[in-house]
């Protein structure tokens, strides 16, 4: 779906997953991230921590408009303004896992998806700029794998990427894509922004304006 010109969309993201999966639904859109810490909030469940992430790092990019100026900027425009957020956690066996911190839990963390699976559960939150009003909701998916090889396990380590990633899940590397058995779910959810709820959270948001 192409981006109407009745509205403009912010991408509240660092994540190039999140940039590129925008995109590819057709959208056009300006980028600010969210300086947070992620870690000084927490949520017993996946769902709820990963809803209340995105909420927070709305928040924080609104407070940042605010002080830089584009807050008045789009008050006085006659544009819809969407800001969207998202986050997401991996569960394996019951536990959450964020973006892992040292190179001893990258390793622990994908060790443990080898010959095994893992969740995905992702958020996204739908924030008119203008109005204040919030549309939000999150997707599941689950990822299995083959076994993964010392040697892989251990170059995506030197690489550094599995360090920006919840459960430093890396589903589209080269590296690991073809020691994925099976998704349920969504490739796109996987990688951090489900399409379909992020769709309908954007049209259920211009459809209220």
Not at 27 to 43: C, G, N, V, W
Not at 54 to 65: G, S, V, Y
Not at 100 to 129: C, Q
Request: proline residues 3%; without cysteine.
């Amino acid at each position: 779906m192409a981006a109407s010109s009745a509205f403009r969309l912010i991408l509240g993201s660092s994540s190039a997953s999140r940039r590129q999966i925008l995109s590819e639904m057709g959208y056009q859109f300006t980028l600010l991230s969210a300086d947070i810490d992620e870690k000084a909030i927490r949520k017993e469940k996946p769902e709820e921590l990963v809803v209340a992430l995105a909420h927070a790092k709305a928040d924080a990019i609104l407070e940042k408009m605010q002080n830089n100026g584009m807050m008045k900027e789009i008050v006085d425009s006659q544009d819809t303004t969407l800001l969207i957020t998202a986050d997401q956690v991996v569960v394996h066996d019951g536990v959450i896992r964020e973006k892992p911190s040292t190179p001893e839990e990258a390793r622990k963390f994908i060790k443990g998806y080898s010959e095994s699976h893992a969740a995905t559960i992702g958020s996204v939150l739908v924030t008119n700029v203008k109005t204040g009003a919030r549309r939000d909701g999150w997707d599941k998916a689950e990822v299995y794998f083959h076994k993964i090889p010392h040697e892989v396990v251990e170059s995506l380590i030197e690489e550094g990427n599995v360090f920006y990633v919840a459960g430093g899940l890396l589903v589209e590397h080269p590296l690991t894509s073809p020691l994925v058995e099976a998704i349920v779910g969504t490739i796109d959810s996987v990688m951090g922004l489900p399409k379909a709820l992020t769709e309908t959270l954007i049209k259920e948001s211009i459809s209220e304006t």
